[in-house]
């Protein structure tokens, strides 16, 4: 696997841990909607992938990757 699409994997993973969590949360739902829309609608999403990038040049694993990318987005 590239490095770019290791990074868009743990990005597309990170997506899906948010989600899952927001969902398995006890926040009622119209305000989980809200969250949901406001952190998965899109953009670069810089934040994760500069941890992604530190964290691959640091031997983190991915599924840690996963989780500090999704606290830090």
């Known amino acids: 696997m590239t490095q770019s699409a290791d ?4 990005t597309l993973q ?4 948010i989600e899952k969590s927001v969902k398995e949360s006890e926040i009622i739902e119209p305000l989980s909607d809200a ?3 406001s952190v998965l609608s899109g953009g670069k999403r810089i934040r994760p ?3 992604c990038t ?4 640091l031997s983190v694993e991915n599924s840690d990757l996963v ?4 606290a830090i987005e």
């Open 14 to 17: 990170i997506d899906e841990f």
């Open 67 to 70: 989780k500090f990318g999704a």
């Open 54 to 57: 530190l964290g691959s040049e």
């Open 7 to 10: 990074k868009a994997s743990i």
């Open 49 to 51: 992938r500069i941890v």
């Open 35 to 37: 969250v949901l829309y």
